[in-house]
């Protein structure tokens, strides 16, 4: 009895799915390594899991670096005008964190809330230049307003990353997945929510 694999089934396109989304995870992680390229290889990742959560069109592995190359100006330029304060305003929430006073502790909420709240304006803005060619100021205003006008998907988009680093927090074991597939899956399972959002709000869509 002869078995064969059939390289078109389920199964081996599941598989090759699989290591397509570990390879680009590497890669993602790769890009990152200089700390100033982190918007554009946010941005290249949110392009490419957008377009495959689009009917699986692209080709996520092959369409990063040009991706990457294509965002990086718009990019770096929203990525500084959202991580700069997100980074100020967490460093504002450790210093009133050590100030046990009814004021520090309401400071130290404000500046949390904040915090937040710029992440996910940067979120927003990776997600508005990986899908549409607009210039920065109106990208960073509509990543501004997006997180109030859609809250619930909003909160969805928050938890996907807030829930990947809390199980690797209390299960350091966790960050083999993390650093193997978790930002290119967390990232696909966002592009549903950033598609929805963005459906939502273009005219005729």
């Known amino acids: 009895m002869r078995i064969g694999i ?8 599941g598989i090759t799915g699989f290591l397509s989304f570990v390879a680009l995870n590497l890669l993602h992680l790769v890009c990152c390594v200089p700390i ?11 392009e490419v899991t957008i377009r495959y959560s689009d009917d699986e069109s ?26 700069l304060p997100m980074l100020l305003l967490t460093f504002s929430a450790v210093f009133w964190s050590g100030n046990p006073t009814l004021l520090g502790g309401i400071a130290m909420v404000i500046s949390i809330v904040a915090a937040v709240f710029a992440f996910m304006a940067f979120l927003y803005a990776m997600a508005l230049t ?8 109106q990208s960073l205003r509509n990543a501004v307003l997006l997180p109030m006008t859609e809250p619930l998907r909003t ?5 996907i990353p807030v829930t990947l680093v809390c199980i690797t927090l209390v299960f350091p074991i966790f960050a083999v997945v993390l650093l193997t597939v978790g930002f290119s899956v967390g990232a696909y399972l966002t592009a549903f929510l950033f598609r929805s959002v963005f459906r939502r709000h273009t005219p005729g869509a």
Do not use: C, E
Request: glycine residues 6%; charged residues 15%; aromatic residues 10%.
């Open 6 to 13: 059939d390289p078109a089934g389920s199964t081996a396109q």
């Open 36 to 46: 100033v390229t982190i918007p554009a290889a946010t941005a290249a990742l949110f």
């Open 58 to 83: 692209g080709r996520p592995l092959k369409d990063y670096l040009p991706a990457f190359r294509s965002n990086f100006r718009r990019a770096s330029l929203l990525g500084a005008a959202t991580l």
């Open 130 to 137: 990986a899908v549409y060619d607009a210039p920065v100021r």
């Open 155 to 159: 909160f969805g988009v928050l938890i």
